[in-house]
């Protein structure tokens, strides 16, 4: 009976201890999760609400602090790329002016010139729009008489305009500002020639003309104004 006795007791001293344990595990696990940190991200509570493995309380915590500091280096690498889009996006609206200045700026020929020595020449290069040029030019003989030039054409990779529709015509005013005869007892205006040909040429600052019919002088020069 002894014997007997002794085996019971220890039997139900096993049997307390173990139930012990269990209770004091189940309370460690509880109270972790209820004290864990609240995170404020879907990410770090999505953990928290994760079964954890029943005998790890610790295991716990180190998880959603990984998913929490995971969650933060995500948000921080994501600003910077929203800031890059937002100034690409700016300097994408600012194209359109920075295009249209260049453009504005390549058209070097385009502008009121005058002969750079005498300046009784002055000279006129207009743009049409179809990457064609109208030149005119009045160059002053005297006070009341001039003569007047005009002609089309394309300035080619090297900076030559090259015409072949070269018009020259005469006129003399009186001191009313009427047309007049000119010089030779001509009424005026009048037209010498309307197929005239020759080159002007760009040289970087200033345009060198060319008149293949004889009546402006070789190398004549024009200067912006």
């Known amino acids: 009976m002894k014997n007997i006795n002794s085996v019971k007791m220890t039997i139900t001293g096993i049997i307390a201890a173990v139930l012990m344990a269990f209770s004091f595990v189940g309370c ?6 209820s004290s864990a940190p609240a995170a404020g ?10 079964a954890a493995p029943e005998n790890s309380a ?24 929203a800031q890059t889009a937002q100034a690409v996006q700016v300097t994408t609206a600012a194209a359109p002016v920075t ?39 009045s160059w002053a003989s005297n006070a009341a008489e001039k003569c007047c030039w ?13 015409y ?9 005013f009186d001191e009313n500002g009427n047309y007049t005869v000119d010089s030779n007892g001509l009424q005026t205006p009048y037209t010498v020639y309307i197929a005239g040909s020759g080159d002007l040429t760009f040289d970087g600052t200033g345009f060198i003309w060319s008149d ?14």
Do not use: C
């Open 41 to 50: 991200n879907s990410a770090a509570e999505a953990v928290t609400t994760t």
């Open 99 to 137: 295009t249209e200045a260049v453009q504005v700026a390549a058209d070097k020929y385009a502008g009121s010139y005058h002969e750079e020595y005498a300046g009784r020449g002055i000279m006129n290069i207009t743009n049409n729009g179809d990457e064609t040029y109208t030149v005119s030019v």
């Open 150 to 162: 005009w002609f089309t054409g394309s300035f080619n990779e090297s900076g030559v305009l090259h």
């Open 212 to 225: 293949d019919m004889g009546d402006v002088e070789p190398g004549t020069r024009f200067v912006a104004d």
């Open 164 to 172: 072949l529709d070269g018009h020259l015509s005469i006129e003399a």
């Open 58 to 81: 610790e295991t716990v915590i180190v998880t959603t602090a990984a998913v929490t500091t995971e969650a933060l280096t995500q948000a921080a690498e994501t600003a910077p790329a």
């Open 28 to 33: 460690g696990t509880a109270n972790t999760q």
